[in-house]
């Protein structure tokens, strides 16, 4: 291990900071490098440990004046001990209990892993609909799977008739105070999962879970101009919590299909719409299926380019909770034709005379005329149709 930094270094702050200097700079660093917010992360790890020791000896007045005489030497009386020789008891819950709360929970509910009853969890479900449900807005009605008390235990997880007892690890509290690295912190009690209470006899039911996974069918509303990424969100419907707590809540996150045709962009449609070639040179009225099916008419100009966009407005997609709709963008292409009768041909060797323009000779048979040449002469003599009878 790398030699030991100062700790002064450590929490960033001057030789002469006082104490509530102290604790501020390592409430900062605690929040930043703690285990919670860095899973995995050894890095942070490494340095939420230092920051912790450094703030155990430069909190204490005591140690802080050791260090400040003799160094790590003076304090570091435990080497290779864990610290086990001067731990004292960091309140983490109190230095940094509110912030964390509040970063986790959203604020309001405390502390993060409070003891007591738990609310239930959120279930959250993919909605896939279609452009034209997310342009008209739909109803879906869908089947989920959450998880609801057990009636057989009226949500309490012990056989009926049986009560549960006081958990001994905790005492009926549902928490501990447990020595974790350097400090002590109260935590929900594992052994009863933070209840207070145990389940000696299980409901045969829901085997002690107090819940049991049930089925619902919900009619969801989306509202007209929905995209990918939006979420619809009842609260209370999710799964259920610890008797007494509230449900979690259901969560629909949307996700809009692809179309075929068109393209959202914002609540800007866009699409491509074939025109021929005298169409192109002469203009004239041409007629536009939007999403929804409705038929648009348009004046095509003379002279319109290929990809050339023109915009029908309006006729896009709903923008949210009223707001302007968008617009259908629509892009000319001018399809060159790939077969031509035998008029058309005549005609564009005309234009092209006219024009004085070179073109290309007038095509071979095609391979599969070719292949008719091929086998058609002699499949004629044994089709059984042709032959006198
Ligand atoms: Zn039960
Ligand atoms: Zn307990």
């Known amino acids: ?38 899973a995995g992360d050894e890095a942070a790890s490494v340095k939420f440990k230092e920051a912790t020791e450094a703030y155990e000896v430069l909190a204490d007045k005591e140690k802080r004046s050791l260090y400040d005489r003799g160094g790590h030497a003076a304090v570091d009386g435990s080497r290779g001990g864990g610290g086990g020789g001067y731990a004292q008891t960091v309140d983490l819950g109190d230095l940094l209990g509110g912030l964390f709360g509040g970063l986790f929970d959203g604020g309001g509910g ?30 879906k009605t869908v089947t989920i799977q959450r998880e609801d008390h057990c009636e057989k235990c009226n949500g309490t997880g012990a056989k009926p008739g049986t009560k549960p007892t006081n958990c001994k690890r905790c005492g009926g509290q549902g928490v501990v105070i447990q020595q974790q690295m350097f400090m002590r912190v109260q935590t929900a009690c594992r052994a009863c999962n933070g209840q207070g209470v145990i389940v000696t006899d299980p409901c045969t039911q829901c085997r002690g879970n107090c819940r049991v996974v049930g089925k619902r069918t919900i009619e969801v509303e989306i509202p007209p101009g929905v995209d990918t990424g939006d979420r619809i969100r009842y609260q ?18 949307v996700r809009v299909r692809e179309h075929k045709f068109f393209e959202r962009d914002g609540t800007n449609l866009v699409c491509q719409w074939p025109v021929t070639f005298a169409q192109a040179a002469l203009g004239g009225p041409i007629e536009i299926r939007t999403l929804v099916g409705e038929k648009v008419k348009y004046e ?57 323009s070179d073109v290309g000779p007038l095509p071979k048979k095609s391979i599969f005329s070719k292949l008719k040449d091929l086998f058609v002469p002699e499949e004629t003599p044994t089709k059984p149709e042709n032959e006198p009878k």
Not at 115 to 131: F, M, S, T
């Open 1 to 38: 291990m790398a030699k030991k930094r100062d700790y002064y270094e450590v929490l960033g702050v001057e030789v002469t900071a006082d104490e509530s200097q102290i604790k501020v700079s390592y409430r900062r660093l605690a929040l930043q490098f703690h285990p919670d917010r860095n």
């Open 110 to 139: 405390g502390g993060r892993r409070k003891a007591g009853p738990q609310p239930g969890r959120d279930v959250q479900i993919v909605l896939d609909i279609e452009l034209v449900e997310a342009a008209r807005g739909v109803k």
């Open 236 to 253: 209370g419907q999710g799964d259920a919590g610890d008797a007494g707590a509230p449900r979690g809540d259901l969560e629909f996150a």
């Open 300 to 356: 095509l100009p003379r002279g319109v380019q290929s990809h050339d966009v023109i915009k029908l407005a309006g006729h896009g997609m709903p923008g949210r909770r009223g707001s302007r709709k968008g617009d259908l963008m629509v892009q000319i292409l001018v399809d060159t034709p790939q077969r031509l009768s035998p008029e058309q041909e005549k005609l564009f060797r005309e234009l092209a005379e006219l024009e004085k």
